[in-house]
């Protein structure tokens, strides 16, 4: 989220004063007792919050040897879970960075013979920052909530739709490399999906999710709040206040700092990103600190609950109800 950076750096001066599992994931089978109420768990996000956020990956700076072990986990986690490649391979190289960067991208094809020719992009940023300066003998930036919590959140919301199939229109999971430099995988995403002349609906991105905010009677704001009625659509389904209004997202416009923007620019249709960083409640912004063990696993696991049917009423509606505002 290096894009943030310069936005947030007097903001978040003011209000500052691992176990590593290597494996592929496990495909476990989903049962017909299974509830989308809760579908995750604390035990699940540990594990691959502390697998993304390990010092193996070594801050998982796009183009490097570190971020090579996330994409390849991703892709296995895809795979594991019936997500199809949405190219030829889950590998999209980025045409506009000097090093050799993917997006990996998977679909799952909607179920309803007409609807399945419209699409959605749920997408997060699964690259970091990398080796920073030293700080009490740490280099590493690991970029636990920044984003490796994006990274697993969109991951479980794939996890879910691949096992069950309960989408009528087609989803999109694309994990974006080289966010940080510039939001350069969304941006070649969005050139690469426009130039097929895809019928894309909405993109739905998710960033910084692992920590929840402080005094607010909503679990996330929504970037770019009053530019679509999408948080109106959200709390609908999710029947309570899922997603409000954070003032301080505007005053920094933080609708152009992350991969939603990419698609807005590019395509003109309504694209948000989902956040629980609230400016208050996390001091280890690109520094060190970054680490999993800072992240709230049970805040983060009842995130994904809540938003699954969400996800789930927006990709299943009869008429593309979200809008943007005139």
Known sequence: MKTFFYALVTLLTMHCG???????PTVEPITVEDSKSAFTDVERIGDMMNFLASNDMKGRDAGTEGIELA????????????IKPYFQTYRDTLSNFNKPAYNIVGIVEGNDPSLKNEFIVIGAHYDHIGIVKMENGDAIANGANDNASGTTTVLEFARYFGTHKTNKRSLIFALFSAEEKGLLGSKHLAKELKEQGLNLYTMLNFEMTGVPMKDKDYLMYL????MSN??????????????????????????????NYAFHLELGLPSHTFSTFDFTNFDHYHKVGDEADKMDFEHMAHLVNKTIPVLEGIANAPTQEIKLNE
């Open 18 to 24: 691992l176990s590593q599992n290597m494996a592929s």
């Open 71 to 82: 994409a390849t986990y991703i892709e296995n986690y895809l795979k594991s879970y019936g």
């Open 223 to 226: 970037t770019g709040y009053e």
């Open 230 to 259: 999408l948080a109106e659509v959200s709390n609908a389904y999710a029947k309570e206040k899922l997603v409000g209004f954070l003032p301080t997202a505007k005053e920094y416009s933080l609708f152009k700092r992350s991969d």
